[in-house]
């Protein structure tokens, strides 16, 4: 079976500053990987993900995710953050689970963005 | 358009009572989803259906009870809950069912169990 792990539970970085979330997978074949968004209170947005091809994937509000097969990784980055970014982060991995394919989240990352 | 609408998006309810979750999505998508989350953790899948039928139950309690009236609408009827069950629970849906499918989430409903 799947799975994701988040290893930083929280974060806090400073407004403009570069930021990088970690998340490592394992699955035994390539997996289909995702980086969603929740703020307070809310939904999931996607961020971006990847399936194939570049392994460095463009996503909306300015981040970016490095798909690195031989560590196991898909870290997100974005080079400036604002304080609109503070948030919960949560990788996810789809793969197929038992015979039905589903989302398998890691436990997320919570963004604090201090001025 | 790529919203998914839950209604309400807060519920109190006591243990005896009965109540039902709301969610519709006009994208087209044959896959809709129940998720449950509680502070702090990640979405826990309860239920998907597939083209209107369960295909997915991850071994939920019978006390919530899913329903797909039609592709555009995904019910979750609640009765004899539990004060551990107060959570915000997540409508989504996604082309179908397949992994690499992006999931569109609507925003919630919070519930609390009395």
């Known amino acids: 079976a799947q799975s994701v792990t988040q290893p930083d539970i929280h974060i806090t970085v400073s407004e403009g500053a570069s930021l990088e979330l970690r998340c490592n997978y394992s699955?035994?074949?390539?997996?289909?990987l995702f980086w969603y968004v929740q703020s307070p209170g809310q939904g999931l947005q996607l961020l971006l993900k990847y399936f194939s091809g570049d392994t460095l994937v463009q996503g909306i509000k300015g981040f970016e995710a490095e798909f690195k097969r031989s560590q196991s990784s898909f870290n997100l980055r974005k080079p400036s953050v604002h304080w609109s970014d503070a948030a919960e982060y949560f990788c996810?991995?789809?793969?197929?689970?038992?015979?039905?394919?589903?989302?398998?989240f890691g436990t997320g990352t919570r963004l604090t963005i201090i001025p | 358009d790529t919203e998914v609408t839950q209604t309400p998006k807060h519920l109190v309810m006591g243990m005896t009572n009965k109540k039902s979750l709301k969610c519709e999505q006009h994208?087209?998508?044959?896959?809709m989803y129940w998720y449950k989350q509680k502070a702090k953790k990640p979405p826990e899948l309860m239920f998907v259906y597939s083209y209107e039928k369960l295909s997915i139950n991850e071994s939920v309690p019978s006390r919530f009870s899913p329903e797909c009236p039609n592709s555009s609408l995904l019910n979750l009827h609640l009765h004899a809950l539990q004060p551990e069950d107060s959570a915000l629970y997540l409508c989504?849906?996604?082309?179908?069912?397949?992994?690499?499918?992006?999931?569109?989430f609507g925003p919630g409903t919070r519930l609390l169990v009395l």
């Open positions: 994208m087209g998508h044959r896959a």
């Open positions: 989504a849906s996604s082309q179908d069912l397949t992994a690499w499918e992006t999931q569109y």
């Open positions: 699955y035994g074949a390539t997996p289909y």
């Open positions: 996810a991995v789809g793969a197929p689970s038992g015979g039905n394919e589903k989302l398998t």
